[in-house]
């Protein structure tokens, strides 16, 4: 158990930005499987920029690494290239 004020102070910022990491990590999931699912390609490129603008945010506040970031977006697009094409 801490005994300084400030070790105190510091558990309960920890606890906050928990809290706020979690929701932001969720969200990005959520969108981005909300972007694989959609069927149609015009759809699904409207989505994109805000999709990979938000995967960009959490590795600037490094809560996922760089190339994970890098790769979720190729992914991404490479997905979005394959939904008008049919063979």
Known sequence: MAHHQSAKKRIRQNEKKKIQNRYYAKTMRNAIKILREVEDKDEALKLYPKVSSM???LAKRNQIHDNKAANLKSK???H????GVTA
């Open 55 to 57: 995967i960009d945010k």
């Open 76 to 78: 991404l697009m490479k």
């Open 80 to 83: 979005i290239n394959k939904i």
